[in-house]
């Protein structure tokens, strides 16, 4: 097995091209921030980006508490890579990374310099203490399982498949930016009412719904459960108001809240012509 560190201080954008870094090296498995990324799924970690405090997400991203360093070893022991690519502000950090989780010594040291311009460490630096933005090198879908509560956005990295243009072929490959934890100034606490009236407002926007009717949500492990029950026009194709309604809820609430939807469950409560004022059940 072979192990790669990507070195740069905090902020200079080595999450962002981890996926870039790692395609070039063949790696296997990403380490970044106290997650195992394997492709577009986490295969174990608790993000230090989901930590509430600074010092616990330093503490995250060398992998102290025992009983995740375990898992993680496990993991690595399961999947077997050819190649690591580990994440770290300094050397020395990703020496103890390795070590913690019993890997091969470090066999090449790429510095941030060598796959970002000045310009691009530069914005980099910008979004990290202007915006508190931070990148995790995995699909948005995959990140919300452990990031409830916290602004999530998609972001699209291109990944060319061969440098020879006659035969280039390209691929998107997402990644996600979040606003972690520890970057609040305060707790941030979002009421079930507050999610009601995304849902109500958003079931507007659906043609073919005349309200919104009685909504309910509760929060479960896996994501938030959201039941809606509205009145539907008449003549409308009821499976298709009811799927884009799903979908339209599913994305408002996710986009503005950050919460992962587990399901949107629709059962129209009656029909009404546009013309009455009272629904046909």
């Known amino acids: 097995m072979e192990v790669y560190a990507l070195i740069g201080p905090s902020g200079t954008g080595k999450s962002h091209r981890a996926v870039m870094v790692a395609h070039q090296t063949n790696s296997d498995i990403i380490i970044d921030d106290g997650l195992l990324i394997k492709g ?91 915006f508190s933005r931070h990148v995790i090198p995995a ?8 990031f409830p509560g916290t602004i999530i956005d998609p972001l699209r990295v ?20 979040v606003r972690p934890t520890f970057t609040y100034y305060g707790k941030l606490t979002i009421s079930e009412h507050a999610v009601s009236s995304i849902v109500a407002l958003a079931a507007r926007e659906v043609s073919g719904v005349r309200s919104p009717g009685r ?17 539907l026009y008449y ?25 992962s939807i587990k399901t949107v469950n629709v059962i129209v409560k009656g029909i009404e012509l546009k013309n009455s004022t009272t629904p046909a059940k």
């Not at 510095?111 to 460490?121: G, K, L, N, T, W």
């Not at 291109?158 to 930016?177: F, H, N």
């Not at 909504?215 to 009145?231: M, R, W």
């Open 40 to 130: 577009d799924q986490i295969l174990v970690g608790n993000t230090a980006k989901k930590q509430p405090t600074r010092i616990g997400a330093i503490k995250a991203a060398l992998f102290l508490d025992r009983n995740l360093a375990e898992r993680a070893r496990e993991v690595l022991r399961d999947h077997n890579p050819s190649r690591v690519l580990i994440l770290g502000t300094s050397v020395d950090m990703a020496r103890r990374i390795a070590s913690t989780l019993d890997l091969p010594g470090i066999s090449r040291v790429i510095d941030i310099r060598e796959v970002a311009s000045p310009e691009e460490i530069k914005k980099a630096r910008i979004n990290r203490t202007r």
């Open 139 to 146: 699909p948005t879908m995959e990140v919300r399982k452990g």
């Open 158 to 177: 291109l990944i060319r498949k061969d440098k020879d243009k006659a035969l280039a072929g390209r691929s998107w490959l997402e990644q996600s930016v």
């Open 215 to 231: 909504i309910h949500t509760a929060q479960t492990e896996e994501g938030l459960v959201i039941d809606i029950s509205p009145v």
């Open 235 to 259: 003549g409308a194709f009821l499976p298709g108001v009811c799927k884009k309604l799903q979908a339209v809820v599913k994305d408002r609430v996710e986009y503005m809240t950050g919460l």
